[in-house]
């Protein structure tokens, strides 16, 4: 018995070892773990403001999970309390949901993915890369091909008009602005390029996320500077 405990101790740590997509992205019960985001780094918010700009060119170095990690968690993550995050929301109502297509990052397959706020997890919606298909959405598909990852900002509009009626619809184009910021400030901090879309097809999107009570906001394609 105890040989056996041994052999499969053994072969469970070769497999860690020998396949870089085990050891790196853990999934559990169809969830993605993603590395713990940093909350310091070196580079200034008057540094990262000051650099910030819309890059729209990107060379074919892929991301790492913990860059993944980093951009998605200045999107939506969670910073205090049970769900209080780093963006403000109306009422706390958030009603934003995000999406990373990811073509190339180290250690997690290519695919569509949701992100799981409160968990900081990432969910497969699609398998694959699907850059091709998706760069349709938009005017110069390019840049989709070439970035990376793409990250797409959608919003549930009810849960705040619930609250706000009309005027809630203003507060959800508010958020998803905040949101998008985050992203390019931490884009920008993590020595990384990208540009926010607002042109592109909402119906196709809308498809492709396979959602029906989502609208789609804001498409953000990042990857590495062109030196
Ligand atoms: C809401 C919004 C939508 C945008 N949509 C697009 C777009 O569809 N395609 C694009 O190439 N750039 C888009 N941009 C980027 C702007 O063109 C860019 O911010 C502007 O030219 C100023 O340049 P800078 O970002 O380098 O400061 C958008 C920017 C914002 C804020």
């Not at 700009?53 to 999107?75: G, H």
């Not at 999406?99 to 695919?111: E, H, K, M, N």
């Amino acid at each position: 018995m105890r040989r056996i405990i041994w052999l499969w101790l053994l072969l469970s740590f070769l497999a860690l070892t020998l396949d870089p997509i085990a050891a790196l992205s853990k999934e559990t019960k169809g969830r993605i773990a993603l590395p713990a985001a940093s909350k310091e780094s070196d580079v200034s918010l008057e540094e990262a403001l000051s650099k910030r700009q819309s890059i729209r060119s990107f060379t074919d170095e892929p991301l790492t999970l913990k860059d993944l990690s980093q951009l998605l968690w200045s999107a939506q993550g969670i910073t205090h309390g049970r769900e209080f995050r780093t963006a403000p929301s109306a009422g706390a109502l958030y009603p934003l949901e995000v999406y990373a297509l990811v073509g190339r990052v180290d250690g997690l397959p290519s695919g569509l993915y949701r992100y799981d706020i409160g968990k900081h997890t990432l969910t497969k919606v699609k398998e694959e890369d699907q850059r091709g298909s998706f760069s349709e959405a938009v005017y110069q598909p390019r840049i989709i091909k070439q970035a990376p990852v793409t990250l797409i900002i959608s919003a549930v509009y009810k849960r705040t008009t619930a609250k706000y009626g009309e005027r809630g619809i203003r507060y959800v184009h508010m958020e998803v602005g905040h949101a998008g910021q985050n992203v390019m400030l931490q884009a920008t901090a993590l020595g990384l390029g990208c540009v926010g879309i607002g042109a592109f097809n909402d119906d196709f999107v809308k498809d492709f996320l396979g959602s029906k009570e989502e609208a789609p906001l804001y498409i953000i394609p990042i990857g590495k500077l062109v030196r």
